[in-house]
């Protein structure tokens, strides 16, 4: 079946970490590339980091980069996200992503099949 399959996420002090994991399964397991977005209240979604599939290559949304890292593990076919440095800001429903034909990275457009959403809440 071709679905990703995301970790719940959860609440965090502000300056505190948390991962995300993404498994991926059917086609979308061999996914060009994987990315990860969220959704805060009243918010559109946005992009916060992708991993492409060929060479390793990494985007970041400015907001995240030098505090979340992306990661792949082919092995498990699992993606994940490291949150670092957490602040009250990152609080939102992040969504994991895969686009099977297009190595993308922040287009929401390019991806093609989409996780659930999990919840992550950083308090003050």
């Known amino acids: 079946q071709d679905q990703l399959a995301e970790s719940v996420g959860g609440l965090v002090q502000a300056g505190g970490s948390l991962r995300l994991s993404c498994a991926a399964s059917?086609?979308?397991?061999?996914?060009?590339?994987m990315g990860w977005f969220r959704q805060a209240p009243g918010k559109e979604r946005e992009f916060v980091a992708a991993?492409?599939?060929?060479?390793?290559?990494?985007y970041y949304a400015d907001s995240v980069k030098g505090r979340f890292t992306i990661s792949r593990d082919n092995a498990d076919n699992t993606v994940y996200l490291q949150m670092n440095s957490l602040k009250p800001e990152d609080t939102a429903i992040y969504y994991c992503?895969?686009?099977?034909?297009?190595?993308?990275?922040?287009?929401?457009?390019?991806?093609?099949?989409w996780g659930q959403g999990t919840q992550v809440t950083v308090s003050s």
């Open positions: 992503a895969a686009a099977i034909g297009v190595a993308a990275a922040a287009n929401s457009q390019a991806y093609d099949y």
């Open positions: 059917g086609r979308t397991a061999s996914a060009a590339a």
């Open positions: 991993i492409r599939s060929g060479n390793g290559r990494t």
